[in-house]
């Protein structure tokens, strides 16, 4: 079973990634972009390089990650538990809110092509607060190119996220970010 981990930074994916490894201990776990050798060298580029890039070419690269990512770890696992820190509804969402004129029926064909039509099995959506997503960015003092840009571009992510997963109609769990860690682990354990 393939599960995605959906939100935007510092709401607690990997934080919970971590715990439902401890429930389920043959689980593998993996993200974009990165995952692969190839995924890595894309991450370097998207999320560290001091040269802005065009919206479209970050699409490209996003795209060019998951299709390796899927050849070369999601498809040989398929059989096995997955859980992935994030996937192509960030995808999606990510490029919409870098430009808005971006149709959502051809990023979703292109997501399919990369994906092999494979859209995996189930999502938790984490949903945070302006004020949450403050108060935990700037409290890891650090932050990528695309955390840089701001709260306000992080919660224009956020509602592309929930439009995605609602016309799609895919099995999600939606949960409040600002939850204790434990009471959200007990609800994802019941939904995987």
């Given at each position: 079973m393939l599960v995605y981990f959906e939100g935007v930074d510092g709401v607690g994916k990997s934080t919970q990634i971590g715990l439902c490894k401890e429930s389920f201990p043959g689980a593998l776990t993996t993200k974009e972009p990165g995952?692969?050798?190839l995924g890595d060298k894309i991450r370097e580029i998207l999320l560290g390089s001091a040269d802005k890039i065009s919206s479209k070419s970050e699409n490209l690269l996003f795209l060019a990650?998951?299709?390796e990512h899927y050849e070369k770890f999601?498809?040989?696992n398929r059989d096995k538990l997955i859980l992935s820190d994030r996937?192509?509804?960030?995808g999606i969402a990510y490029a919409m809110a870098?430009?808005?004129?971006l149709d959502i029926e051809e990023l979703l064909n292109l997501n399919s092509f990369a994906l092999g039509g494979d859209f995996g099995d189930k999502f938790i959506f984490f949903k945070a607060t302006k004020e949450l997503l403050h108060a935990r960015l700037f409290s890891r003092g650090t932050s990528d190119e695309i955390e840089a840009r701001g709260v306000?571009?992080?919660m224009r992510v956020q509602g592309f996220m929930s439009i995605i997963l609602a016309n799609l109609k895919f099995e999600v769990l939606e949960l409040d970010a600002s939850e204790p860690a434990d009471a959200l682990q007990e609800k994802i354990r019941k939904f995987i």
């Open positions: 995952g692969t050798a990650d998951r299709a999601i498809k040989p996937g192509f509804v960030s870098n430009d808005e004129n306000e571009y992080l």
